[in-house]
């Protein structure tokens, strides 16, 4: 049974942090297919001390059904980060994540995400100041560096570990990579090999299938999977991952409605809603027969009983094609 400090999982495959899916809402789906833990999308440290009312809705959680609620933070500074570690905590957080992973220039430039891989002694303060200011145990994401000339993962996590982080979510790409190329599954292990006594390790990038989680388990040690783009539109794939059956047309579009009803009322605003989740219906419709017309007709559509009508009808009746390539993310996560 793996660990994270002191909480301890039923499965070893957790849902990756990612902006625009890891609302409230997609998190209890995955978590009831089998998701070990799923931590929120990446909130701003800034807009949660500002009760930014997007921020806000970030931190929104069942604690009956998402124990432990763990929270992503954004941010370059360590007091900055301390606060906003305090006002997560007092908003029912059990977990705190340090983002070391978002590539976004609107990120990068404030010193946060991704930049933190270039001072690797800022961001173990930061780890360090957000867990003596709450008590809770830190993680952090990260990726294999900067760019390909300055991969200097093994530095970040040496300075993680003496900061005391609880775990360490491993992105095997390079900041300038984003989510292109192959992932380096190498950077995992050799980070599993040197600090697995210290720490969790999360593998990340590249999963797609239960031979693939297995392959990262064999040839890496981690202690959790972690799966990202592949659970975008498919929270079965936690099913699978633990053995479990593919969906069935009928479960498909019956899963992707409840979660557009639960995105209506997490967004408090259905008209709003039925444009935002545009992009989920054509996650939930990749890889299946018909997805390019459906994606373009559903953008057409402003009428709720239209958008329903046209997305039961074409997933009750849609056919799995060859398609395994997930979706790009666009956005910071």
């Known amino acids: 049974m793996p660990y994270i400090a002191s909480f301890s999982f039923a499965t070893p495959y957790a849902l990756a942090p990612m902006a625009g899916t890891s609302s409230e809402p997609f998190r209890l789906i995955a978590r009831r297919m089998g998701a070990s833990h799923c931590p929120t999308e990446l909130i701003s440290a800034q807009g949660l001390l500002h009760n930014a009312k997007a921020s806000l809705r970030y931190m929104q959680h069942r604690p009956e059904r998402e124990t432990p609620f763990c929270v992503q933070l954004f941010g370059g500074e360590a007091k900055l980060m301390a606060r906003a570690a305090q006002r997560a905590k007092a908003l029912g957080a059990h977990m705190l994540d340090l983002n070391m992973g978002c590539p976004v220039k609107k990120v990068t430039q404030t010193g946060a995400g991704a930049a933190l891989m270039t001072e690797p002694e800022r961001a173990a303060d930061i780890c360090k100041a957000m867990a003596d200011a709450t008590g809770l145990p830190v993680t952090a994401k990260i990726r294999s560096g900067w760019d390909a000339q300055h991969q200097n993962y093994l530095e970040v996590a040496q ?8 775990a360490l979510a491993v992105h095997p790409r390079t900041r300038a990579q984003g989510y292109s190329g192959q992932a380096d599954w190498q950077v995992i292990a050799r980070i599993k090999q040197r600090f697995g006594s210290a720490f969790a390790v999360l593998g990340n990038g590249d999963v797609r299938s239960l031979a693939d989680a ?10 959790f999977v972690m799966v990202g783009r592949a659970a975008l539109g498919n929270p079965w794939i936690f099913r699978e991952l633990l053995g479990g059956a593919a969906p069935s047309p009928k479960e498909r579009w019956q899963v992707a409605w409840e979660h557009f009803e639960a995105y209506a009322a997490w967004v408090g605003n259905r008209e709003v809603a039925l444009k935002s989740f545009r992009k989920q219906w054509g996650y ?3 890889g299946l027969e018909g997805a390019s017309a459906f994606r373009a007709a559903m953008f057409s559509l402003s009428e709720e009983s239209a958008v329903r009508r046209m997305a039961q009808a074409f997933f009750v009746q849609a056919k799995q094609t060859e398609c395994k390539q997930p979706f790009t993310l666009e956005g910071p996560g």
């Open 214 to 223: 297995a392959r990262m388990q064999a040839q890496t040690g981690c202690d």
């Open 159 to 166: 300075a993680l570990a003496k900061a005391g982080v609880a």
């Open 284 to 286: 939930y419709s990749h």
